[in-house]
Nanobody
Framework: QVQLVESGGGLVQPGGSLRLSCATS????????MGWYRQAPGKQRDLVAT???????NYADSVKGRFTISRDGAKNTVYLQMNSLKPEDTAVYYC?????????WGQGTQVTVSS
């Protein structure tokens, strides 16, 4: 079990931006593909972005061009920059490895996009 601590969520108007942060351990950060997931009310948890150890980024079609995943190795932190937010982006956002470790899910951070 590792600690994954998400932060940075909040309420934002459509078209606005947020940056989410995920603090993790150095070993997890170095040895795994990291991902951001989200779960909207009544829906399953979906993978929205991944970042490999080599820096390769992948995005779900729904967020491509609007979200950017990045990392800071010195801080063992993964970020998700979210721009041009839409109401359908409203969800609890989680970080985890890809594939996820089921015991490592944190509480997530709530993102609400509403006017």
């Amino acid at each position: 079990q590792v600690q994954l601590v998400e932060s940075g969520g909040g309420l934002v108007q459509p078209g606005g931006s947020l940056r989410l942060s995920c603090a993790t351990s150095g070993s997890i950060f170095r040895m795994n593909v990291m991902g951001w997931y989200r779960q909207a009310p009544g829906k399953q948890r979906d993978l929205v972005a991944t970042l490999s150890r080599g820096g390769s980024e992948n995005y779900a079609d729904s967020v491509k061009g609007r979200f950017t995943i990045s990392r800071d190795g010195a801080k063992n932190t993964v970020y998700l920059q979210m721009n041009s937010l839409k109401p359908e982006d409203t969800a609890v956002y989680y970080c985890n490895t890809d594939p996820p470790r089921t015991t490592d899910w944190g509480q997530g951070t709530q993102v609400t996009v509403s006017s």
